[in-house]
Structures are given as C-alpha cells and as structure tokens.
C-alpha cells in the first residue's frame, strides 16, 4: 500500500470517528438546552455523518483498478461522493431553516446555556482542526473527495460558531428569539456552499479542466517543444478524481526515424508526469511536420 492511500485511510478514518463523537455530543446539547440552533447543528452533523461512511467508501471505490467493464477505472466516483456530499449538506440546510421556522411560529425555550455554550464551542474548535487537515491532505494527494468532506467539516464550524453567538447573545440580551434567528443565517450559509460543492461535483463529471494545472501543463510543454524546435496541437487535459489525463499531437521532423521520435515523446511525456506528481497518464500522437494540418473527423477538439 502506498504512503498516499494510507495517509488518505487515515484522514478518512479519522474524520468518521470525530464524526461519531461530534453527534454525540450535539444530541447530548440539543436535548439538554432544547435550544433550536443545536438541534440544527445536530442535524447537521446527522447528514455529515452519512456523507462521510459514502465517502470512505467511495474512496475505497476510487482505488480500484479497471476492469473489463471500466476501461479507464473508477475515478470519477470521487467526483460522486463530493455531489452526495454538497447534496446531504443541502438537505441539512434545509432541515435546519424548517426548525427555525418552526420556532419563530411556536415560541423559543431554552435550557442550561453553559452546557450548550461548551459543548458547541469544543465541536466547533475540533472541526476546525480536522476540516483544515482533510482539505490540505486531498489537496497534496490530490482527492477532490476528501477536500470535499474538509469543507463539509468546515461548513460544520460555521454552523457552531453561529450557534455559540447565538447563545451568547441571549445571555446577554435574554431575547431568546436570536436562537432562530441565527440558525436560520446559518442554514443559508451552509445551503450556499453545498450549491458549490455540486457545482464543482458536475465540472468534475463533465471533465471541465482545471485552468491553474492546465496552464502549468502547457508552459512545461511550450518549453519543452521549443527548445528541441518541434511543435504540438490537440492539447487536452482532464482530471479524473485522481488520475490526471493528457493527451497532445507531437509534430516532428519528416527525416527523423521511429526509435528517435519514440524517445523525444517519451521525454517530453515523462517530463509532464513528473511535473503533476500524482497519478498521471500523458498520451502523445506523434506525427510528420508534413501532415501537421490535417485534421481528422475524430481528432477535432
């Protein structure tokens, strides 16, 4: 097993443990304050719970090799967990606007202030330690699913931060009406973010390119053309939810023979490769300076 997917297990297995203790504690708060706004929390972290065993899953999924059936492995289930995730995150929100509505319509009580105010307050400080953890670590192994769960988690801190205020302002102020009211803000918050995450879900799904690795991609191949005075067309690049696909039409002399074309588009392929530094598969037509324009029905970008 690589160093890779076992920092990826351990990440995932971690955020499915604070998951598990988190909800915990929020019933134990939600049932002890009668508050709203933990109660939302709460739910939050009911949905997040079920996103995250999708995940972990769905990662062990990633990881399998292809198949007679999938040609090109099964990658882009990562891209499926982060929608499921943006959609679960949504739901929540949803969830949550109901109750505040509910006790906007049916009256505030709350119980125990300083029980709630602890333990929202504690959830919301180790969530934010494991969101930053879970979005660094799919950004260095480049897994859109577990940075998807990291902002999840995040979504979770700003949920808590918006209860703490909430508690803290009806002690200050005894209204207890801000309890509604700030999880109702919350709700639009978090339903914001998981839009985004089933907005990069389908650009994922749709192989929309990443225009920041897309650019570093075509500077090194620019480079790495010209200083041998040859020339390319057809670049296309798509990241998969793990492996990273280019594919290019290399243009070289007429007079140069197979095993000399054969070696520069391995090295111009391995150089591209090495630049990702994840897993990546670089595809290179190599063709006649002769035949550079003509363009095939197939070949169209």
Not at 65 to 81: N, V
Not at 166 to 190: E, K, M, Q, S
Request: with cysteine.
């Amino acid at each position: 097993m690589s160093r890779t997917i076992r920092i990826q297990n351990a990440t995932m297995s971690l955020s499915l443990v604070v998951a598990i203790l988190l909800l915990a504690g929020k019933v134990i708060g939600a049932v002890l304050t009668g508050s709203s706004a933990i109660y939302s929390d709460a739910a939050e972290s009911v949905v997040h719970l079920f996103a995250v065993i999708f995940a972990v899953w769905a990662l062990r999924l990633a990881r399998k090799p292809a198949d007679d059936s999938h040609h090109y492995g099964h990658d882009k289930i990562s891209f499926i967990s982060a929608g499921f995730e943006g959609a679960m995150i949504s739901a929540a929100a949803f969830l949550i606007l109901y109750e505040a509505v509910k006790q906007l319509v049916f009256g505030v009580t709350i119980h125990n202030l300083n029980i709630g105010l602890w333990i929202t307050s504690s959830a919301a400080i180790t969530n934010l330690a494991l969101g930053l953890i879970l979005i660094r670590v799919g950004k260095k192994t480049s897994s859109p699913l577990i940075s998807a769960n990291g902002i999840h988690v995040l979504t979770d801190v700003w949920t808590s931060i918006a209860v703490v205020v909430g508690l803290l302002l009806i002690r200050y102020t005894g209204w207890l009406w801000w309890d509604p009211i700030v999880a109702a803000v919350a709700a639009l918050n978090i339903l914001r973010i998981g839009f985004k995450l089933i907005r990069q879900s389908l650009g994922g799904l749709l192989d929309e390119a990443d225009p920041e690795v897309e650019a570093l991609i075509r500077r090194h191949l620019d480079t790495a053309v010209s200083e041998k005075n040859l020339s390319y067309h057809n670049f296309r690049y798509r990241h998969s939810g793990h492996s990273h696909w280019v594919e290019f039409h290399l243009v070289l002399p007429n007079e140069m023979n197979l095993n000399e074309a054969h070696h520069l588009a391995t090295e111009i392929e391995s150089g591209i490769a090495s630049l990702i530094g994840f897993d990546c598969r670089v595809i290179s037509h190599i063709e006649p300076r002769s035949a550079e324009n003509e363009v095939k029905p197939w070949e169209k970008p």
